[in-house]
């Protein structure tokens, strides 16, 4: 059974710095684009970031470009997150999906499996 626990969340100033991480458990997960998405209150889940299963193709959405980086290795992801806007609080969840070998991700993307969220709160 696949498994996604995302840590790292927390309470940060505006400007500053977290870096998330997902451990993934249930299978191997090298051939499998993974990603990480949001949900801040009264709104639809997000895509933030996602990651080819290569790594050498990456997708963000406009508002974190440049500031946001998705990075893997082994059987986690990770999400570093710089320059924090309050805007940017939102509960952020890990994902993946059934299908292997995805080179591309975009905001498209729809994944089958995720975690179970970790709270990113960023005050002004």
């Known amino acids: 059974q696949v498994q996604l626990a995302e840590s790292g969340g927390g309470l940060v100033q505006a400007g500053g710095s977290l870096r998330l991480s997902c451990a993934a458990s249930?299978?191997?997960?090298?051939?499998?684009?993974m990603g990480w998405f949001r949900q801040a209150p009264g709104k639809e889940r997000e895509i933030v970031a996602g990651?080819?299963?290569?790594?050498?193709s990456t997708y963000y959405i406009d508002s974190v470009k440049g500031r946001f980086t998705i990075s893997r290795a082994n059987t986690k992801v990770y999400l570093q997150m710089n320059s924090l806007k309050p805007e940017d609080t939102a509960v952020y969840y890990c994902?993946?999906?059934?299908?292997?070998?995805?080179?591309?991700?975009?905001?498209?993307?729809?994944?089958?499996?995720w975690g179970h969220g970790t709270q990113v709160t960023v005050s002004s």
């Open positions: 994902a993946t999906e059934t299908a292997q070998a995805r080179t591309v991700v975009d905001g498209t993307w729809s994944p089958d499996y």
């Open positions: 249930g299978r191997t997960f090298s051939t499998y684009a």
């Open positions: 990651i080819s299963w290569t790594g050498k």
